[in-house]
């Protein structure tokens, strides 16, 4: 069974940058896109980004200037960056696995759905 | 790109069946077939429930059932349940390679 955890500083400072981790167990991080989803207190869910395993990504427009997705394979982890943040950046983030038609994603091919995810992290901005 | 519409909230007693839409246009729900709806208790990880429109994960319930007509998904759940009180967000693919998500419907089973 899949198994993704979230990890990292539960407050950051306005201005600084959000760092955070997911790693992967019960599976490989291999031939599947991983996405960071985030969820502000008392409110919806917004896609940040994906990272496909051997690298390539994409980013919500509305956050791509601030967002940076990697992954290392050998860990079977893939992380989240995001600057200069905002009381605005407060959320529940999460973690999730892509899955493609057929289940394992093939390079260019289109996330068809989210179906495993991690627990989730509160990260707060405040001084 | 904006997030898909669903209605604040939605009610129904047990036994009975209920329906969410998820309203968006032409250049996302009405464009693609890639519609996924998601089921979250509070304080847990959202879990998906339906994808590519009408189609369910192994193993789920088949009193969940989505469709789409036009631009506007919909999410039926049949037999109301105790546990199928939650929140629930659909997700639809917008092109670019990018994602967006409903505002979320909460569930009361009266």
């Known amino acids: 069974q899949v198994q993704l955890q979230e990890s990292g500083p539960g407050l950051v400072k306005p201005s600084e940058t959000l760092s955070l981790t997911c790693t992967v167990s019960g599976g490989s991080i291999s031939h599947y896109y991983w996405s960071w989803i985030r969820q502000p207190p008392g409110k919806g869910l917004e896609w940040i980004g994906y990272?496909?395993?051997?690298?390539?990504?994409n980013y919500n427009p509305s956050l791509k200037s601030r967002v940076t997705i990697s992954v290392d394979t050998s860990k079977n982890q893939f992380s989240l960056k995001l600057s200069s943040v905002t009381a605005a950046d407060t959320a529940v983030y999460y973690c999730?696995?892509?899955?493609?038609?057929?289940?394992?994603?093939?390079?260019?091919?289109?996330?068809?759905?989210?179906?495993?995810w991690g627990q989730g992290t509160l990260v707060t901005v405040s001084s | 790109q904006s997030a898909l519409t669903q209605p604040a909230s939605v009610s129904g007693s047990p036994g009975q069946s209920i329906t969410i839409s998820c309203t968006g246009t032409s250049s996302d729900v009405g464009n693609y077939n890639l519609v996924s709806w998601y089921q979250q208790h509070p304080g847990k990880a959202p879990k998906l429930m339906i994808y590519e429109g009408s189609k369910r994960p192994s193993g789920l319930s088949n009193r969940f059932s989505g469709s789409k007509s036009g631009n506007t998904a919909s999410l039926t759940i049949s037999g109301l349940q105790a546990e199928d009180e939650a929140d629930y967000y659909c997700c639809s693919y917008v092109g670019s390679s990018t994602w967006v998500f409903g505002g979320g419907t909460k569930l009361t089973v009266l």
């Open positions: 999730a696995r892509g899955g493609c038609s057929g289940g394992i994603c093939y390079p260019y091919d289109t996330i068809y759905y989210f179906d495993y």
């Open positions: 990272i496909y395993y051997s690298g390539s990504t």
